[in-house]
């Protein structure tokens, strides 16, 4: 209860002003000190949970939940996270809905939102889009409140687009500060983002951008890796290089695996698709160019297959400090002989890492339900004491 | 405060014991008294939410909501009145059923209310069908609550059938009382209830036929305008005849758009199927002559293509009251140039009115609460004021 | 109250310490105690519901749902249990999730547990299959938990697999001991757990081996009838007989329906696919061989065909004692005339009996109740004394 208590005191020194009533899109649009404010409440929420006081702010309200692309991890940390406010969520299912009869994103926005506190979108399958649309949401339901349309701003949280995935990376670095004892514990760490190799195709740029986009922030030392010719959204390697010149850390991009994982304190090795042919899968999506899509993912499928040699094996891993680097990954992974023939990481180095990978996914829950709650509510640090002399116990058996 | 305290006061003066314990399937079978009280108990709960005080009264309970056709703004409607009240909404999806296994309506209404306070129901598709089968499964579960099978007995919303859509028409109505400043305003309005030209096929009845039916009782001037052959379900022009002579108003049916809209108050132009084409459809249905419904629809969609002028242009705006009539539509519309090539509207005229449309349809959460309030609830104006009492907040952050 | 009150004294004579923090997955992996334990609670939390007294113990939690087979009442049931107790469910579909990409159970055991209390199962299509399933699921959920991945350990309720089903003969067991006025009232009862002709195909074999795994325990005299072939697991049948040695009852094989009948107090006549053909028929799934299941199809329902003399008919009721056996099914029944042409029981039987089979159904949300309350709660007795005293109601209307 003290460590709940100090954990609330520290929120005090935070400016949070701004998250009021505001979305939670990229983490590069929040100061440092609302990334901090995320974490906090994090943390507040999980030793709340654990203590079994009930961190529930909303006696009704829903959460509207729109995922474009299949889910398990975030729609069940969307919905653990929301059903611990307070908030039922109601699944936006666009294939049982009438948004075919050529309704707008304005209106359908509004239509789903007169009792909605939190809109929560997943939508990462085409370049330019995903963000984009959320924006498009945001914009149409801020107009809704301001026409006194909407009793209640919807804020929205970005549980996955095109440029970011803040929901992952927040979790990531939120079980790197716990692992490691503490945010500046950080400063100078060497993580490597690396490419791996993976028989399936497509998978999104998000979390390698999000991951260089929020990691850099905190005076670590982020070396990016691909295989010439997957490189990511230029505008977010700029903002790495932003944040590393800005934070005293440093951003390195190279083309070696091994190099990235040289003395790496933390390695995340992913597949990821090249950024060009996403976005040519994009345009041939819109003048509906089925075949040569089918073709260009035949080509990607070839070109992944060149760099099979991308796989965090043993042997990569001897390369890190010590031998002992953190291994991360968003899940699910491929695994060599396990989910695949051939894939990122091999299965010996995935087993000995199963608990603090299931720990690192086990913090997104909490940082959905932090972004959420400092978005819907004014005075932060208050209501966490008023929740904690309230002590309402989550589970009432004795 | 003192405003909700009036609503409540004036509630007392209604008969509403017939309500308790009892469906709401056709506005008609409803007294004036009933009426009015679903229009003051959606503003109580509405205003109590805008108050931030909680109007839940279950502390658990399920909400069973049944679609048979695809639905964004009711199926969330439902939602969150349920989600409001403290019940929890349970989809009862056809396709992941025993159903298909020869189950009787009967049977399945029984097992699936063992703790069932509501069943909502929209099942608008075929004529002679929907509405019945509502009936079917309030019977089912009236018995089922007779023979000691059930504890409580779920009483039905109809969410929309084949004859009516009380929800939407109980929140047309709604929205046009608080916005001419009270429903003795209403007097003498005219109300241009018209066809409307749109490029796609078999939209329902139950709209413009639960407008005529509900809008003649509150002594409004209802003129029914659509191209021959599209006429409605001869009983509701009957409702609607005997409602005008009961209450002092008129209800008078032309085949011109411009003589319904000239000197018109308020318009609510919107396409719809033939009542006769569809009654065909529906037995060619039954009789699985897919190929027949095919070339029906052919036929149909020719037949509508002969009537595009009946939009609502600009042009046809100035012939109403003053050019500045309150234009009315269920959404989502057939916007010309936006949703479709030529619609049911002008987008100048639709993006006009924008605001008014969303506060429109934002009434029909609080429609559906207050429905199912009046029917679960046996002393409604002392239960309000014990709610207004206790002050629970909704969202409880500071 | 006072019924209830003595419901909780009855509890605190039984040794039921091993049940909290444990799975339920096959009645005979129960002591009497624990099995006794279940129909007090669920009479308990019935009672308190029939009271207005709200028996809700998780102010928020997540009770995870995977049915890899269709339903109707064990969904409802289940979703009632969870909302009754305060869980929110939220369904794993599949379909929906990215468990294709070649996840691990454990790992997406572990995924969807971060903030899950319960979990519920239903995977009965293949032999050997479901319950194995959910032991995987079980075991990786605990490891979690003893890992500190989940903060609770989520426990299991089997909602059917292919071994037992047990919150479907838990609750058959409850309506026999209210209908015959107590547990002591069933000694020596004779049950007939008879095989009825059904045109439908590969119905599992839960029912009758959970029927023969939990009645022979309470003193009853179990007859099991079949025509030669449909033959169940031969694990379950010898658990059948220890029960009955154990329990001073009986349990008696039969290929005679009349014999079965024979002055039985309760029947139960229900389809089942041979085991036989049901492990054959998974071994050709394991191999992909779909065209020989078609075949194997094709055999059994002609197989089936020989035995439509097998029926509940008003003449074999007249074999039961008095003519007036208690007729069980586990819904829904196939019924000649109604649902099919010949069927598993006669339209007039089927329709003396619907009201106490509509009540047998209404019994099983409270076993699913129990079963989780008696998982999650630490001390059972105090905790529903502290309910009572606290009596909140679940419905607050006046």
Chains 1, 2, 3 share one sequence.
Request: charged fraction near 25%; aromatic fraction near 8%.
């Amino acid at each position: 209860m003290e460590e709940i208590r100090n954990l609330i005191s520290q929120l005090k020194n935070l400016e949070i002003a701004n998250m009021y009533n505001n979305d939670f899109l990229l983490t590069w649009e929040k100061t440092d000190d609302e990334i901090h404010a995320v974490f906090q409440a994090a943390d507040i929420i999980r030793k709340m949970r654990e203590n079994n006081i009930s961190p529930k702010i909303f006696e009704s309200g829903l959460a509207v939940s729109l995922f474009r692309d299949n889910s398990t991890r975030t729609r069940f940390s969307f919905s653990s996270a929301c059903n611990l406010l307070g908030l039922t969520v109601q699944d936006l299912d666009e294939g049982k809905s009438q948004i075919a009869h050529g309704e707008t994103v304005r209106e359908t926005s509004n239509m789903i939102s007169f009792m909605a506190d939190v809109i929560g979108i997943r939508d990462d399958m085409y370049i330019g889009k995903g963000n984009t649309y959320m924006r498009e949401v945001s914009k149409a339901v801020k107009e809704g409140y301001e026409d006194g349309v909407l009793e209640q701003r919807p804020t929205l949280v970005n549980l996955q687009c095109d440029i970011d995935h803040p929901t992952q990376c927040m979790a990531d670095m939120l079980h790197l500060i716990n692992h490691f004892g503490g945010v500046e514990q950080l400063k100078s760490k060497k993580i490597a983002m690396t490419w791996a190799y993976s028989p399936s195709y497509g998978k999104p740029l998000s979390v390698p951008q999000g991951v260089i986009g929020l990691m850099t922030r905190m005076g670590m030392n982020v070396t990016l890796a691909y295989p010439e010719g997957y490189g990511l959204l230029s505008d977010v390697e700029e903002v790495a290089n932003a944040n590393a010149a800005k934070c005293g850390g440093r951003f390195v991009k190279t083309n070696s695996m091994k190099e990235a994982f040289q003395d790496a304190d933390i390695v995340y090795p992913k597949s990821w698709a090249p950024y060009a042919a996403m976005e040519k899968r994009t345009a041939l999506y819109g003048e509906g160019k089925f075949d040569e899509i089918k073709s260009l993912e035949k080509e990607l499928l070839a070109q992944n297959a060149k760099h099979k040699d991308w796989e965090c094996t043993e042997d990569m891993m001897k390369l890190t400090k010590e031998g002992k680097a953190l291994y991360l990954h968003c899940l699910p992974a491929d695994i060599t002989g396990v989910s695949c023939k051939e894939g990122e990481v091999a299965a010996s180095v995935f087993d000995r890492y199963r608990t603090p990978l299931y720990k690192q996914a086990g913090y997104k829950p909490y940082i959905i339900a932090a972004m959420i709650f400092l978005s819907k509510v004014k005075n932060v640090p208050e209501t966490f004491e008023s929740l904690l002399s309230l002590g309402a116990s989550r589970f009432s058996g004795k």
